[in-house]
């Protein structure tokens, strides 16, 4: 990581040679990432008969929650979102969204150990849905999801945490920019 600039480059081997990085999400970014989240779902809503170009945006705006949102930058642009919000028994990862242009080059893998070695440290499960017959269940499978259930539009998935794994600069499990610092306590 350039501790200058707070961009990470993957390791060799990690299979990604993009410079990447992640910074705390804002109210401003709702509409670029609602427009990107209709791009990337679209294939797989349409193949459900589950398209709708207004709905398939508002849902995105309606949970949109930027204090618990990291907007995904490579080369400092716009590329992506993740949202790794605080529940009952651990944590939900939604809005997970890259650009077409940086899908298929590691990316996605990368950013996830980075949000899972959070979660990792501090013993916290993580559950997500994905559509039925998205390419992303791979990925997730790939970085320890397992199928708790499904319906016939959403695959529900769970993974445990890690214990071994490197443990994160940021004690609390949530998206901040990589090489950043956690934010202060309340009255600190």
Do not use: C
Not at 24 to 43: F, G, Q, T
Not at 45 to 64: P, T
Not at 91 to 107: C, N, S
Request: aromatic share 6%; no cysteine; hydrophobic share 35%.
């Amino acid at each position: 990581m350039d501790t200058n600039t707070g961009t990470k480059k993957t390791e060799p081997g990690r299979r990604t040679d993009l410079e990447w990085s992640l910074r705390a999400a804002e109210p401003a970014d709702v509409e670029a990432i609602a427009e990107l989240r209709a791009v990337v779902m679209r294939p797989d809503l349409e193949r459900l008969g589950r398209y709708d170009a207004h709905r398939v945006r508002q849902r995105l705006r309606d949970g949109f929650r930027p204090e618990h949102t990291s907007v995904v930058l490579v080369a400092g642009a716009f590329a992506g979102s993740a949202a790794l919000h605080p529940s009952e028994d651990g944590h939900w990862l939604e809005h997970f969204y890259l650009a077409p242009a940086v899908q298929g080059r590691g990316l996605g893998s990368a950013v996830l150990r980075t949000l899972l070695s959070g979660t990792d440290a501090t013993g916290t499960a993580v559950r997500l849905n994905v559509l039925r017959g998205s390419p992303a269940r791979r990925l997730y499978e790939r970085h320890g999801f397992t199928v708790e259930t499904q319906d016939p539009t959403d695959v529900f998935m769970l993974r445990t945490p890690r214990p071994g794994r490197l443990p994160s600069t940021n004690p609390r499990p949530s998206l901040r920019p990589v090489g950043g610092k956690p934010p202060a306590e309340p009255g600190s």
